[in-house]
């Protein structure tokens, strides 16, 4: 239990020392210090985690202290370390130190350098307090956690009102998820005296519970995913959380914040098994956010804009694949994702590095020739990211559609259209960042060169990974181990097989059709990816620059169909002329005018009563009897 405890409390340690005596330190320390408790951290999650693959550790879920106690109900404050809390602590400790790494020279020259690293720190160790929670109350603490940390690091460069106004945005729309969670929360404990997630599932299969409450339960947890993992129709914040520094992008998308979705419903998959018109809407609005994203993608110019909505469409996904039921596939896809998409950010990191800032696609090119370093990693992670055999994500995207395949047609055509068209916009970045000429400045072509050591080093290991990673869950309807779901299947053993519906109805895929669906999936890809080529290299097509007149159709989808807009409209516009209104009644008039008033007020007594203090003693004297006089009168009639 202690290296447990160390695991969370080294990122906490590592946050105070920059915090609090970070700015005494030099630079390199403060790193150090900053990406060594993480490396600690993940050293202590790979001896618990190779325990768990050689059948050496159990599963520990213990209470440290007793917290809240009242009537009925009794919260601890506990741990849960299994199976799927280890497979997390893995993503966010290697990846995270991997990115902790990579800042020390991304961010070396900025002046708030302790300051940053001390965040970073804070966000993984909320991070990791969210997975290692054994309540769900605890992981509403980390779920919050992440959440301020978020809103620390998108608007880290302050003095730029927009990144503030992103941070804030990012704040508010999961503030609003997160009212779901709390309501879900609450009758869970009105209505099973509980939020431990052992004791919870113990209860809900030792007794008949009302479908409709599951349902509701089900729903509004969901509500809080959709927050923290950027789902229609509460997805417009992480866009525009790019107005963070990279490495927080890579650190958002890749190992943290908007996994925390996959993973609460993963952990919740007892509830959510019970709950098929749950699951079906989760499914829905995922395969919805992935085709929506994946067409905004297609004409976005901010190569960190393409990433930013890539994430939302391959989250799409991975929530589609929970409301069908498979929960290993989820994970699969989490743990391949957070490799090639935490690559592809520091790799874009490193470009903008490159350009002094410069992140319009538009203005790049040719970048393979002083960034080989760069492009090959990008390369490779837009090659897993596209679906592409063998780097991972061709195994956990297409065990993803093969089970919507089993499910839904629809479900699986939307999913297949979607993929079709990440494969296109990832390689419409590649071509256009790294092919044809530089359309840059002079300036920014003289400076041109590979990133140090400490930024290619962290993409070199996370393209390995991300060609490598997919290995660990190869097809099992060809005859394969799938390594990663003998792994998880202690967790999911109550849940649906993977050859169920969601109604428990068998009908498992075929070999031949398994190897289909692969084939054609693969064939897509690579069409795709040959479009983008001909279209971006061969005709050397590029984006039009702004304020060119284009079609209607393209108008929307550059403008990200108008949903910022929409929301200002009939949210923000409502509001904030509610707000001017009790500002100038409630604000202005009652609560300053009675804070006025009564400084007016005392103002005005205090001139009459200073008149009374005269100076003649004869007055005082009578001043003095008349009071007297007063004092017996009222004496006598108390009486």
């Known amino acids: 239990m202690v290296y447990l405890y160390l695991i969370i409390l080294l990122p906490l340690v590592g ?36 325990h768990f693959v050689n059948g050496t550790q159990q599963r520990i879920d213990a209470d440290v202290f007793s917290w809240i106690s009242f009537g009925d109900f009794k919260i601890n404050f506990g741990l849960l370390l299994d199976q799927l809390s280890v497979t997390w602590l893995m993503v966010i400790t290697g990846v995270g130190f991997l990115i902790h790494v990579y800042s020390v020279s991304y961010m070396h020259d900025d002046e708030n350098f302790s300051i940053f690293f001390s965040y970073l720190n804070l966000f993984i160790f909320f991070m990791l307090l969210l997975v290692l929670g054994n309540n769900f109350l605890i992981t509403f603490i980390g779920w919050e956690g992440v959440g301020l940390c978020s809103y620390l690091l998108i608007g880290f460069w302050y003095k730029n009102q927009d990144y503030n106004d992103a941070a804030k945005k990012a704040f508010v729309m999961n503030r609003i998820g997160d009212l779901g969670f709390l309501i879900g929360m609450f009758l869970i404990l009105f209505n099973f005296k509980t939020l431990n997630f052992s004791a919870l599932q113990t209860a809900i299969s030792a007794t008949t519970v009302n479908h409709g409450l599951i349902v509701a339960i089900t729903m509004l947890l969901f509500v809080g995913a959709m927050g923290k993992s950027a789902q229609l129709p509460l997805y417009t914040w992480l866009p525009d959380a790019m107005a963070g520094p990279t490495p927080v992008s890579a650190l958002i998308h890749a190992a943290t914040m908007v996994t925390a979705g996959i993973y609460m419903i993963a952990r919740s998959h007892f509830m959510y098994t019970l709950a098929p018109e749950t699951l079906q809407f989760v499914a829905c609005i995922g395969v919805a956010t992935a085709l929506f994203a994946a067409t905004i993608g297609v004409m976005q110019n901010d190569i960190k804009k393409v990433l930013a909505y890539s994430t939302v469409s391959q989250l ?122 530089f359309r840059g400045t002079e300036e920014q072509k003289h400076h041109l060169h590979e990133s140090p050591w400490l930024i290619t080093m962290p993409l070199v290991v996370l393209a390995i990974l991300a060609a490598v990673g997919g290995f660990m869950g190869l097809p099992e309807g060809l005859g394969y181990h799938h390594a990663l779901k003998g792994f998880l299947n202690p967790v999911f053993a109550q849940a649906l097989n993977p050859g169920e519906d969601m109604h428990g109805s068998a009908h498992e895929l075929s070999a031949s059709m398994e190897m289909s669906l692969m084939a054609g999936a693969l064939i897509a890809a690579l069409l795709s990816i ?6 971006y290299v061969s005709k050397s097509e590029k984006p039009n620059e702004d304020g ?35 500002y100038s009644l409630i604000d202005k008039t009652v609560i300053d005018g009675t804070v006025n008033y009564s400084g007016k007020l005392s103002v005005s007594l205090g001139n009459q009563l200073r008149k009374l203090q005269s100076g ?18 009222f004496a006598f009639i108390i009486k």
């Open 15 to 50: 946050f105070l020392i920059n915090a609090f005596v970070g700015k005494a330190l030099p630079k390199n320390v403060s790193g150090i210090i900053g990406s060594s408790t993480i490396l600690g951290s993940f050293i202590l999650s790979s001896i618990f985690f190779i």
């Open 316 to 437: 799409g996904l991975m929530f589609m694949a929970l409301g069908v039921g498979a929960y290993t596939s989820a994970v699969f896809h989490v743990v391949t994702h957070a490799f090639f998409k935490a690559c592809l950010f520091l790799g874009s990191g490193s470009v903008i590095h490159a350009l002094s800032g410069q992140q319009d696609i538009r203005k790049m090119g040719g970048l393979k020739k002083w960034m080989p370093i760069t492009f090959w990693t990008f390369m490779i992670s837009s090659l897993a990211i596209s679906g592409v055999f063998p780097f991972s994500g061709f195994f956990s995207k297409d065990e993803i559609l093969g089970a919507a395949f089993e499910h839904s047609k629809v479900l699986w055509a939307i999913a297949s259209l979607a993929s079709i068209l990440t494969a296109f916009y990832m390689f419409r970045l590649v071509f256009l960042t790294f092919t044809g000429e």
């Open 530 to 535: 040959a479009y983008a080529y001909f279209k």
């Open 548 to 582: 060119v007149p284009i079609s209607f159709v393209r108008r929307w989808i550059y403008n990200k169909y108008y949903v910022d807009e929409i929301y200002h409209l009939f949210v923000g516009f409502p509001i904030g002329k509610l707000s001017e209104l009790f």
């Open 616 to 633: 003649y003693i004869g007055f005082y004297l009578l001043a003095m009897v008349l009071s007297m006089v007063v004092i017996f009168l």
